[in-house]
C-alpha cells in the first residue's frame, strides 16, 4: 500500500503562487504514475497533472502553462508549483498514486484563490 499526505494549501489572491507537496510512503518502489487532481466546490474531481516515472508530465488545458508538475527521483514526494492562479482553481487538490495496479489518494488540501 501507498499512503500520501498533501500539504501546502492556503488563501491567495488572483494572480499569486502557492507550491502544493505530496509525500508518499509505504509501497514506493511500485509507483508508477503520480497525479494531482482537484474538486472544485459544488462540482466533481478533475484531473490536473500527471508525472510518470521517467519524468514525463503532462497537464489539463485549464493548467497548462501555469502549473508545474514535479516529483524527487524516489518518488517520495510529488509537488504542484501553482502561478498566475484565478479564482476558478479555487479546489481541494488531491495527490493520486499507481502502484501495482492499484490507485492510492491523499486526504486532500484546500486551496482558495479570492480577493
Known amino acids: 500500500q501507498v499512503q500520501l499526505v498533501e500539504s501546502g494549501g492556503g488563501l491567495v489572491q488572483p494572480g499569486g503562487s502557492l507550491r502544493l507537496s505530496c509525500a508518499a510512503s509505504?509501497?514506493?518502489?511500485?509507483?508508477?504514475?503520480l497525479n494531482w487532481f482537484r474538486q472544485p466546490p459544488g462540482k466533481e474531481r478533475e484531473w490536473v497533472a500527471t508525472i510518470t516515472t521517467d519524468a514525463t508530465t503532462y497537464y489539463a488545458d485549464a493548467v497548462k502553462g501555469r502549473f508545474t508538475i514535479s516529483s524527487d527521483n524516489t518518488k517520495t514526494w510529488v509537488f504542484l508549483q501553482m502561478e498566475s492562479l484565478e479564482v476558478g482553481d479555487t479546489a481541494v487538490y488531491y495527490c493520486?498514486?499507481?502502484?501495482?495496479?492499484?490507485?492510492?489518494w491523499g486526504q486532500g488540501t484546500q486551496v482558495t484563490v479570492s480577493s
Open positions: 493520486r498514486a499507481r502502484s501495482a495496479g492499484y490507485y492510492y
Open positions: 509505504g509501497a514506493i518502489h511500485d509507483i508508477t504514475t
